[in-house]
């Protein structure tokens, strides 16, 4: 349940695997004709017997022993259509192609015994979403945009976005050990002629302050009342707390899961909720209320292995009120009165005031990591700030401090926020005395993006690969495919 200072925000960016079924792992010649359910596998001497226009799904590659269908194939086209993905050279080589690299990641990435938590993959998917709700401004908007609910979304993504993780953890490890020293940046830039030294985009430093509305107390004793509600249903025996969860628990990452979050350690939980969930002893017995930054918890024990615990939960949020939004945007008109008046500092009041625990130990100076080099930083681009946030920063001035407006945080909640302008560079071509670290970092993704692609390059030598003739003329970004 603890959540981490990363956006991910480079999710929409990429090609998405699609499930591939099981019975498609017979052969490169399996085909299924539409509307026939006794419909068998064709051997591939009798593959022209079957009109390619009837033909609903087949194996186009083979990869090791992992099949890509065709499927498989038109769903990568249409989810890079949807983010505006382009792809380099013929889509119906390269989607292929890509699907093909994502299969080596994710294989040596099962060698190496990587794995993704369900509530990693839970937050991750929650902070994805909330990000595109940010980019273009509400729920019903992104719900018309992508032609699915939120709950859709999540179940959708799960898998994807597990894989996707998986291999962005293989990538981070094999490129782990690639440096580059000063005299690599200036090797690199020394011959570069001037149109081709990277502009820098325009800059920002931000400073924030939030304040979480104060829920009503009778909405809290609503949420507390049902969830004992559901632990004295289960404790009767008239249903099952898996049950409860998959249709009331509004975690989304776990509700499909009957609200089981897996073998997870204590410091991938918050704290409150770790310590409840490691005391529990007794899997026929349900915890106690839990209140968390994220609502109101009812947790079940289902096994503990080492020092890593495996619990069911159930998560109901309260609502929140306008009028309650109205009274945290009073407070904070009010402090940001106090603070032009000169009663004390903004970032003393972000210290001290604010309620946002990403920013409040750093004076509000609000951070990310950057899609890139995964580095945190506090200076943003202004198309990786919340766009709340970043609509009040376009017409703010340097030492500016902004009217409070409504916002939503990255763990999904609505706060109320007032902001600060600490900094601001508008773009420029980079300089080393001035964008050292920028330029560093052109020079170090170049490298390891060679390494990966050597990677690749060596990793297809070692694997069975196998694809429908049509593919063979293809121009392959790397080399080894056609064996």
């Keep these: ?96 192609e890509q699907l093909a690299v994502q299969k080596l990641f994710l294989h040596q990435a099962a060698i190496d015994s990587l794995e993704v938590s369900e509530s990693e993959i839970s937050q991750g998917i929650e902070e994805q979403i909330n990000y595109w709700i940010q980019m273009v401004g509400s729920k019903e908007k992104l719900e018309e945009y992508r032609k699915q609910s939120i709950s859709e979304m999540r179940q959708s993504m799960h898998d994807d976005y597990k894989n996707n993780r998986l291999i962005a953890m293989m990538k981070e490890k094999l490129v782990s050990d690639v440096k580059v020293s000063p005299a690599d940046v200036r090797k690199y830039f020394k011959d570069l002629p001037a149109d081709s030294i990277p502009m820098i985009p325009t800059m920002v430093e931000v400073e924030i302050i939030t304040q979480n509305p104060k829920v009503k107390t009778e909405e809290v004793n609503r949420i507390k009342d049902q969830l004992r509600e559901y632990t004295d249903r289960v404790t009767k025996g008239e249903t099952t707390f898996a049950t409860l969860a998959r249709l009331y628990s509004e975690d989304p990452g776990s509700s499909r899961q009957g609200g089981e979050l897996g073998y997870t350690g204590r410091a991938a939980f918050d704290p409150t909720f770790a310590a409840v969930a490691f005391n529990l002893t007794d899997p026929n017995k349900i915890s106690k209320i839990v209140e968390t930054e994220f609502g109101y918890h009812i947790i079940q024990l289902i096994d503990k292995r080492g020092d890593k615990v495996n619990v ?12 309650d939004i109205d009274r945290s945007k009073a407070r904070l008109d009010s402090i940001a009165s106090d603070i032009k008046a000169g009663k004390f500092t903004f970032e003393e009041g972000a210290t001290f005031i604010s309620e946002d625990k990403d920013t409040k130990n750093n004076h509000g100076l609000m951070a990310y990591t950057d899609r890139e080099t995964r580095s945190l930083t506090s200076k943003f681009r202004m198309g990786d700030l919340p766009t709340e946030v970043a609509r009040e920063v376009e017409g703010m001035k340097v030492g500016d401090i902004s009217k409070p407006f409504q916002m939503t945080n990255a763990r999904g909640k609505t706060v109320v926020a007032i902001i600060k302008l600490k900094n601001r560079v508008d773009e420029h071509r980079a300089t080393i005395t001035e964008d050292f670290q920028e330029m560093k970092n052109v020079v170090l993704a170049k490298e390891r993006e060679k390494k990966l692609h050597n990677w690749v390059v060596n990793k297809i030598k070692q694997t069975y690969v196998r694809m429908d003739d049509r593919y063979k003329n293809c121009d392959f970004e790397y080399q080894g495919w056609i064996k």
């Design 312 to 323: 069911r939960h159930i998560l109901l949020k309260p609502h929140i009120s306008q009028d």
């Design 1 to 96: 349940m603890k959540t981490k200072t990363k956006i991910f925000c480079g999710l929409s960016a990429m090609i998405l695997t699609a499930a591939i079924s099981a019975n498609a792992k017979q052969g490169l010649a399996t085909k299924v004709a539409p509307n026939d359910s006794t419909a068998t596998k064709t051997p591939a001497k009798t593959e022209a017997a079957v009109p390619e226009s009837s033909v609903v799904d087949e194996v186009i590659w083979v990869v090791g022993d992992e099949p890509i269908l065709k499927s498989d194939v038109e769903a990568a086209r249409l989810q890079a259509e949807n983010d505006g993905h382009k792809f380099k050279g013929n889509p119906d080589c390269a989607i292929p």
